[in-house]
């Protein structure tokens, strides 16, 4: 039988690591979203790039939030 500590230290880092890989997913599609927006600068794109900041900023308080749940 499994001990009560180790149980809860293995269910600690289970939430922690997929905390950690919800984060990760939100930082590349953010990288990726960035990426494409600077594409649109570079080649004159103001309107393009504008669109693809939206929501840029909900999903930054999100991966916020998950990594402070770390903390």
């Known amino acids: 039988m499994t001990e009560p500590n ?4 293995n269910l ?9 890989e ?5 930082n590349t599609k953010l990288l990726s979203q960035l990426g494409t927006v600077a594409d649109d600068l570079a080649v004159g794109g103001h309107r393009a ?3 693809g900041l ?7 308080v999100i991966m916020r ?5 770390l903390a």
Not at 22 to 26: D, E, M, P, S, Y
Not at 65 to 69: A, F, K, M, N
């Open 65 to 69: 939030s998950l990594l402070l749940l």
């Open 54 to 60: 939206d929501g840029i900023e909900r999903q930054i």
């Open 6 to 9: 180790t149980q809860s230290h």
């Open 49 to 51: 790039a504008l669109g």
């Open 22 to 26: 919800r984060a990760r997913a939100i």
């Open 12 to 20: 600690d880092e289970a939430i922690r690591q997929r905390i950690l």
